[in-house]
C-alpha cells in the first residue's frame, strides 16, 4: 500500500506554526515511506475566503521546501459532490431531515444542562414521518449514528481512545441551505484523496469520533489517525498571538533559514534520542509516528535563534550573500555592485560567526558595501575625535605604503607602528575599527582590511580625516 497523507489548512491570511509543524510531519512521513503528500485547501468558509490567505500557505510551504504531490484540492469547488454523498445516505435510509427550529434546539439544549447532560439534539425528527414536515422549513439533514455501544479510534499517539455512542449526537451534514458541514467535506475528501494517514492537531481528535461514524454510514474505511499534542508558548498556555509571531512569514521576516526552522519545529514534538539538529535527509530517514511526544511541546524562542546560527555558519558564503542581498539592498536604497558582491562573498566568513539571524547579518554585512559618507554609532564616535585625527594620519601614513596587502604584512606594519608611537596595539585597532566601518563592534580588524583592499581601506581613513 503506498501511503497517503495531507495537509488541509484553512485559508485564515497566514500560515501558523502549529499548522506548519503539522505539515511538515505530514510530508515527513510520506517521504519516509516512499508515499504522497498532498494539499487541501479547507476553503468553505466564504466570508472569510481571500485569495491573499491562500497564496501565503503556497508561498510558506514552498519557503520550507514541503512540496506536494499532484493538484491543490480546493474543498469548496467540491460541495455539489459532498451534497450529493449525504443525499445518498439519505436514500440508503442512513440519514433524515430535521425541521427543528432554533427555538427547539435552545430548549433541549437549556434541558440537557438542567439534568446536566452534554448538549445534544435528542433526535426527535429519526424515525418521524415526512409527511409531519412543517411547512415552509427547509430541513437540515443528519446523520443516523448508533445509540447504543461505543465509537473506538486507535490513534498512533493517543492510543484507544473510546467515547460512548450515547454521548454523540446524529451530526449535521447538510444545514437547511444545502451547504455541506465540515464533518461531512473533511469525510467524503479524505476518502477521495485516498489518503491512508490522517495527521493532526489533537484539538480535532474529538472530530475523529464523528468522522468515524460518517466512514462507518458510507462503509469506508477510516485512514490511520495521528493526534499531535497542541504547541505551547513558553508559558505552558496554548500558543496565542499574545506569545508573539504565529504565522512562518512572521519568522521569515525575522531572518530565520527554512532550515532551521523545520528542524526545530521537528524536534517540537518529536524526537530521535538526544539529536538537536538534524538535517532534512536524515529526517526523512528516521521519522516514524512512534516518536512524537505524548505532552505539548514549549516553543522557545532562543533555542530556534540557536540552531539559526547553527544553520547560518553551515550555509557557504556566496548563498548567504544571495540570501541577504535583496535586504542589503533595501538598506543602501540602490542595487549592489558585482564588486560589493565580491567583497560581501570574501567577508562572509568573518560576519557569519557573529550572526544569529539574517537580518542582523545584513546589518554587520553593510561594512563591505560602498558606504562612504557613513555615519558612526556612538561608541566609535568617540574612537574617531579630534584626539584620534594624529593617529589616524599616521595609521593612513603607514598602510599607504605598505607593499602587499596580505595579512602578515599589514599587521607587523600596523604592531611596528604601534611599537614607533609607544601605544599598546589597541589603541591603534580601536580607532582603526571605527574609522572603516562607524562601528565599535566588527569582524577581526585584518580580515577586514583584507576584504575590503587598500584602496577603499586608505578611501576610508581620508573620509575620516578631513571629516
Ligand atoms: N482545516 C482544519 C484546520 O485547519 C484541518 C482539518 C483536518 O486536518 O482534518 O485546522
Redesign the pocket.
Known amino acids: 500500500m503506498t501511503i497517503v497523507t495531507?495537509?488541509?489548512?484553512?485559508p485564515?491570511g497566514f500560515l501558523?506554526i502549529g499548522?506548519a509543524r503539522?505539515a511538515l510531519f505530514n510530508w515527513l512521513l510520506a517521504r519516509h515511506q516512499g508515499g504522497k503528500f498532498l494539499l487541501r485547501i479547507?476553503d468553505t468558509d466564504r466570508k472569510r475566503f481571500t485569495q491573499e490567505a491562500v497564496d501565503a500557505i503556497f508561498e510558506s510551504l514552498k519557503w520550507l521546501g514541503l512540496d506536494w504531490d499532484e493538484e491543490v484540492v480546493f474543498q469548496f469547488s467540491r460541495a455539489d459532490h459532498h451534497k450529493e454523498m449525504a443525499e445518498k445516505l439519505l436514500t440508503e435510509g442512513k440519514a433524515y431531515h430535521c425541521y427543528c427550529s432554533p427555538e427547539e434546539l435552545e430548549e433541549m439544549r437549556k434541558k440537557a444542562r438542567a439534568e446536566k447532560r452534554a448538549p445534544g439534539y435528542d433526535g426527535r425528527w429519526r424515525d418521524r414521518d415526512p409527511s409531519e414536515a412543517p411547512e415552509g422549513v427547509e430541513p437540515v439533514v443528519r446523520l443516523k449514528t448508533p445509540l447504543e455501544g461505543v465509537t473506538t479510534i486507535q490513534d498512533d499517539v493517543q492510543g484507544e481512545v473510546t467515547v460512548k455512542n450515547d454521548q454523540l449526537d446524529d451530526l449535521i451534514l447538510l444545514r437547511a441551505d444545502g451547504t455541506p458541514t465540515?464533518m461531512l467535506s473533511?469525510v467524503v475528501d479524505?476518502h477521495d484523496m485516498k489518503v491512508t494517514h490522517?495527521?493532526?492537531?489533537d484539538?480535532?481528535l474529538t472530530?475523529s469520533f464523528r468522522?468515524k461514524q460518517l466512514y462507518e454510514a458510507f462503509g469506508w474505511e477510516m485512514p490511520q489517525v495521528c493526534h499531535i499534542p497542541l504547541i505551547h508558548g513558553s508559558d505552558g498556555a496554548k500558543l496565542s498571538k499574545r506569545h508573539g509571531a504565529l504565522g512562518v512569514e512572521a519568522y521569515r521576516n525575522m531572518g530565520i533559514l527554512p532550515e532551521a526552522l523545520c528542524n526545530y519545529l521537528l524536534r517540537l514534538g518529536w524526537s530521535h534520542g538526544d539529536d538537536e539538529i538534524i538535517s532534512r535527509d536524515q529526517a526523512i530517514e528516521w521519522f516514524t509516528t512512534q516518536n512524537i511526544g505524548k505532552s505539548a511541546a514549549r516553543f522557545d524562542m532562543d533555542k530556534l535563534i540557536n540552531l539559526n546560527g547553527h544553520y547560518i555558519r553551515q550555509k557557504d558564503n556566496s548563498t548567504l550573500m544571495e540570501l541577504i542581498s535583496s535586504n542589503l539592498e533595501e538598506l543602501l536604497e540602490r542595487p549592489l555592485e558585482s564588486h560589493e558582491r565580491e567583497r560581501l562573498i570574501a567577508g562572509m566568513e568573518g560576519l557569519k560567526e557573529r550572526s544569529k539571524d539574517l537580518n542582523s547579518l545584513a546589518q554587520s554585512a553593510l561594512i563591505y558595501a560602498d558606504i562612504i559618507p557613513y555615519d558612526f554609532d556612538e561608541k566609535a564616535k568617540k574612537f574617531v575625535g579630534e584626539d584620534s585625527k594624529d593617529i589616524l594620519m599616521s595609521i593612513r601614513a603607514c598602510l599607504s605604503v605598505v607593499s602587499s596587502w596580505d595579512e602578515t604584512t599589514v599587521e607587523s606594519a600596523l604592531r611596528q607602528l604601534a611599537d614607533n608611537l609607544e601605544l599598546k596595539f589597541g589603541k591603534i585597532a580601536q580607532p582603526l575599527r571605527a574609522a572603516l566601518t562607524g562601528r565599535s563592534i566588527s569582524p577581526g580588524i585584518f580580515d577586514m582590511m583584507l576584504v575590503l583592499g587598500q584602496k577603499e581601506t586608505l578611501d576610508r581613513l581620508d573620509f575620516v580625516i578631513t571629516l
Open positions: 495531507r495537509f488541509a489548512p484553512s485564515t501558523h499548522s503539522t479547507e465540515y473533511v479524505d490522517i495527521m493532526r492537531g484539538d480535532h472530530n468522522q
